[in-house]
């Protein structure tokens, strides 16, 4: 095979790895993935909708990404903060009857009729009102006021919540009783928020309610998908691991009265580039590591430039992070529609094999992966804030001799290179790039 040929086989070969590799259809029928087998995708209602949240809002945006973006995986439909407003007479909680008159569980059959998943919120520990009417643990004789440790926080929200105490009678049998209405609901998905040790606002630790809501979700014999917010503490991540299917490593990417728009790069997008790589090799299958959303679809609102947000899509992919969209979905800008639909920068994302940067000494910066085919994902930073060259060195992604490189975000064969790869990229600019020795 001469050489010109082999080039044209190894571009063949390329396009189909970009694509994902198809199983046989016997394949698919015997394997069952395990919960987040792979990061998941969806939307999140908290970045874009806050509490602004009834039954219709969230049913409209599962309508939209069922006709729009279910087709490139996304497929989880997320409450987030806002939808309860009281416990019910287990002290668990419960409904606000005004946004969602039909229940929980009548939107989550919504959502599941449209062939997606539906995720909800919530905070460990004992609601504060639960506490206060000492409400009774379903299914046992002991109460609320066995079980909590109100001189103790329940979370990092400092929400009046108290501590439940594992080593009294009652105690798993209160989480058992949640996880087993969750599940009864059709919930798919559940954002724990203010788990500490962490971030938040008072100091908590969560570590004894993230094993116990474990267990009872798989009690439930409902695969749930359990996801850790927000700040998790490093030093127990191996907890966070054993016990969870990812965990936030950084406070919420929106900045609130910080900045003008959603997010902003310099107060909260850069600072992740910085914070993840120590994560990086705890990351896997059923366990990710999560950068927040993605405040990609909103226009102008996002509050960042086209070129970031491409960076920001680059590098949620390369880290195999959950694909979450914070944004409203009903009124998807149609210029950031091609960010979140490349199918080719999804693949990386969805590959599971999470980047590390050759080197953090400069803002123009490399970062690396194996694609698991003897060939490497490797996207190209410059975090300056002039435009630079930034450049990929065989050598320190262990190629020898010349490699086929592809632009993923362009769809497009950019021919052979020997011993590197550059490009002049603007402030804050990126590319991702399939590399294949041969």
Same mark, same amino acid.
């Given at each position: 095979?001469?050489?010109?040929?082999?080039?044209?086989?190894?571009?063949?070969?390329?396009?189909?790895?970009?694509?994902?590799?198809?199983?046989?259809?016997?394949?698919?029928?015997?394997?069952?993935?395990?919960?987040?087998?792979?990061?998941?995708?969806?939307?999140?209602?908290?970045?874009?909708?806050?509490?602004?949240?009834?039954?219709?809002?969230?049913?409209?945006?599962?309508?939209?990404?069922?006709?729009?973006?279910?087709?490139?995986?996304?497929?989880?439909?997320?409450?987030?903060?806002?939808?309860?407003?009281?416990?019910?007479?287990?002290?668990?909680?419960?409904?606000?009857?005004?946004?969602?008159?039909?229940?929980?569980?009548?939107?989550?059959?919504?959502?599941? %009729?449209?062939?997606?998943?539906? *995720?909800?919120?919530?905070? @460990?520990? #004992? =609601?504060?009102?639960?506490?206060?009417?000492? $409400? &009774?643990?379903? %299914?046992?004789?002991?109460?609320? *006021?066995?079980?909590?440790? @109100?001189? #103790? =926080?329940?979370?990092?929200?400092?929400?009046? $919540? &108290?501590?439940?105490?594992?080593?009294?009678?009652?105690?798993?049998?209160?989480?058992?009783?949640?996880?087993?209405?969750?599940?009864?609901?059709?919930?798919?998905?559940?954002?724990?928020?203010?788990?500490?040790?962490?971030?938040?606002?008072?100091?908590?630790?969560?570590?004894?309610?993230?094993?116990?809501?474990?267990?009872?979700?798989?009690?439930?014999?409902?695969?749930?998908?359990?996801?850790?917010?927000?700040?998790?503490?490093?030093?127990?991540?191996?907890?966070?691991?054993?016990?969870?299917?990812?965990?936030?490593?950084?406070?919420?990417?929106?900045?609130?009265?910080?900045?003008?728009?959603?997010?902003?790069?310099?107060?909260?997008?850069?600072?992740?580039?910085?914070?993840?790589?120590?994560?990086?090799?705890?990351?896997?299958?059923?366990?990710?590591?999560?950068?927040?959303?993605?405040?990609?679809?909103?226009?102008?609102?996002?509050?960042?430039?086209?070129?970031?947000?491409?960076?920001?899509?680059?590098?949620?992919?390369?880290?195999?992070?959950?694909?979450?969209?914070?944004?409203?979905?009903?009124?998807?800008?149609?210029?950031?529609?091609?960010?979140?639909?490349?199918?080719?920068?999804?693949?990386?994302?969805?590959?599971?094999?999470?980047?590390?940067?050759?080197?953090?000494?400069?803002?123009?910066?490399?970062?690396?992966?194996?694609?698991?085919?003897?060939?490497?994902?490797?996207?190209?930073?410059?975090?300056?804030?002039?435009?630079?060259?930034?450049?990929?060195?065989?050598?320190?992604?262990?190629?020898?001799?010349?490699?086929?490189?592809?632009?993923?975000?362009?769809?497009?064969?950019?021919?052979?290179?020997?011993?590197?790869?550059?490009?002049?990229?603007?402030?804050?600019?990126?590319?991702?790039?399939?590399?294949?020795?041969?």
């Amino acid at each position: 095979m001469n050489r010109v040929t082999k080039v044209r086989v190894l571009a063949a070969v390329m396009a189909v790895l970009a694509g994902g590799v198809v199983a046989a259809p016997e394949a698919v029928a015997a394997y069952r993935p395990p919960v987040a087998a792979t990061p998941p995708m969806g939307s999140s209602s908290w970045s874009s909708l806050r509490t602004a949240i009834n039954e219709q809002a969230i049913e409209a945006q599962a309508k939209v990404m069922h006709d729009s973006l279910a087709r490139y995986g996304y497929d989880y439909v997320n409450i987030d903060a806002g939808w309860s407003d009281h416990v019910d007479e287990y002290g668990r909680n419960a409904a606000n009857a005004t946004r969602f008159p039909n229940g929980i569980a009548a939107v989550a059959k919504y959502v599941h %009729g449209l062939g997606l998943k539906f *995720g909800i919120y919530l905070v @460990p520990g #004992v =609601p504060e009102a639960a506490v206060a009417a000492n $409400s &009774a643990i379903k %299914g046992t004789p002991y109460h609320v *006021g066995d079980i909590a440790d @109100p001189s #103790v =926080p329940g979370n990092t929200a400092d929400d009046g $919540s &108290a501590r439940i105490d594992f080593s009294k009678p009652g105690a798993d049998a209160y989480v058992r009783s949640q996880a087993d209405l969750l599940a009864s609901w059709g919930v798919d998905y559940i954002k724990m928020d203010f788990v500490g040790p962490g971030g938040g606002n008072v100091v908590a630790d969560n570590r004894p309610d993230v094993q116990h809501w474990q267990a009872a979700l798989r009690a439930t014999g409902r695969p749930v998908h359990l996801e850790l917010s927000n700040s998790l503490s490093f030093a127990d991540v191996d907890t966070w691991q054993r016990y969870s299917n990812g965990w936030r490593i950084e406070g919420d990417i929106e900045c609130y009265s910080h900045c003008v728009g959603l997010t902003n790069w310099d107060v909260r997008v850069k600072q992740r580039f910085t914070d993840v790589p120590k994560w990086v090799p705890h990351a896997g299958p059923g366990h990710w590591n999560d950068l927040d959303s993605v405040e990609v679809g909103n226009g102008a609102s996002d509050g960042l430039s086209a070129d970031e947000k491409q960076s920001v899509v680059t590098l949620w992919s390369i880290e195999a992070a959950p694909l979450l969209l914070g944004t409203d979905l009903t009124k998807l800008d149609p210029a950031d529609l091609p960010l979140i639909t490349n199918r080719e920068v999804i693949a990386v994302d969805q590959a599971g094999r999470p980047a590390h940067p050759v080197s953090q000494a400069t803002p123009q910066q490399t970062w690396v992966s194996s694609d698991g085919h003897g060939g490497y994902t490797v996207a190209l930073f410059n975090l300056g804030s002039t435009s630079a060259t930034v450049t990929a060195n065989w050598s320190d992604l262990g190629v020898r001799g010349p490699a086929l490189v592809r632009d993923l975000w362009a769809h497009r064969d950019l021919g052979v290179a020997r011993g590197s790869f550059s490009a002049t990229l603007a402030p804050h600019a990126s590319r991702l790039v399939k590399v294949v020795p041969f």
